[in-house]
């Protein structure tokens, strides 16, 4: 029989509300809440029967008795909450940005691996069931026909039943996602102080798409970019490429507003994905004959409850694959590269 395992959340935001619905739906329940300010935890812990209220939110890190801390407050604070509870043991599923740049993150990598704990981004990208499909259509197609069609060849069929030809290598990928925020400097969404700015907040998201779906890590990188009156991003023009050719373009903006849609071009068709961080449609178009498959797996609501199946998978099982750990240390290397040739350094942050 499996461990059940205590989970605690860091933060009761909008994130901390899907995460303990998530596990509702688990048929499991949060084990402990903490929060900046108390009152705000301990209406969070009667809204979801939660037994356990830190006094002070740090007493979350020696708990004995929680296993895995999903961390969910502004992305400048990660790094020191990360820090204290990989040193005390506790397995970390810390939501993206993950941490503010490469240096934070090989430190929190290296704990983890000296305390013998996972410690994982929670980006809906790599848990999606529809990813996880796309990528097995993708990588088996590669070499222009299905080895294993025999054996599984539902995993390379649309909606209708109906098999997708091998769609060869990716070539070009084009993403886009604009947010319409409201234009106030104070909120977290511009303030240099909370690490505002369009990268860490939706970039991450793209980037991490785009990762996904290369065959190797860029190793050429362009940018243009628009600064907010803050400082922060606010509108950018990524360009990437891989020593294969395989290019990503992409579009960011915190003050125009874009549909959030992703185009996989490959050798012989495209994928075409809209409302991509949630996504559980696609649509795969031949090149050629100009046939349209529908690719659906998964259900948007439910992205919350694949990361954490993940995730736990990961802690009983030791095997951290669905976790994507190098894709998410290969993005923030590209995000960190980009922050540095803007010179968009965050107060006291050290690179």
Known sequence: ?????????????????????????????????????????????????????????????????????????????????????????????????????????????????????????????????????????????????????????????????????PLGKVQLIQLNFGSYKEYDMNNRFFNMNLAGGA??????????????????????????????????DEQSGILLMNTQGQMATLSLSLHSKQPKRAVISLENGYIEIMEYPRADKAIIVEAESGTVHEITAGRTADALQYEMTDMEQAILTGDTGAMRLSDTADVMEIMTHLRKEWGMKYPGEVW
């Open 1 to 165: 029989m499996e461990k059940n395992l205590n989970w605690a959340v860091l933060g009761t935001g909008v994130i901390a509300n899907e995460m303990a619905q998530a596990l509702c739906n688990m048929g499991k329940k949060l084990y402990a809440v903490g929060n900046r300010t108390r009152e705000k935890a301990v209406a969070f812990a009667e809204k979801y029967g939660i037994e356990k209220v830190y006094e002070d939110f740090n007493e979350m890190f020696t708990d004995p008795d929680v296993d895995v801390i999903y961390i969910t407050t502004p992305h400048n604070t990660h790094i020191t909450f990360v820090r204290e509870a990989l040193k005390n043991k506790k397995h970390v599923l810390c939501e993206k940005s993950i941490t503010l740049n490469s240096l934070e993150l090989d430190e929190a990598l290296r704990l983890a691996e000296e305390n013998n704990v996972v410690f994982a981004e929670a980006m809906t990208i790599w848990h999606m069931p529809l990813y996880k499909k796309l990528w097995t259509i993708v990588k088996a197609g590669e070499s222009g026909s299905y080895s294993d069609l025999e054996t599984a060849g539902k995993e390379y069929t649309d909606v209708s039943g109906k098999l997708i030809p």
């Open 199 to 232: 990268l860490l907040d939706i970039g991450v998201y793209a980037l991490s798409l785009a990762r996904s779906f290369l065959s190797e890590k860029p190793d050429k990188i362009a940018s243009q970019v628009k600064y907010a009156p803050t400082g922060a």
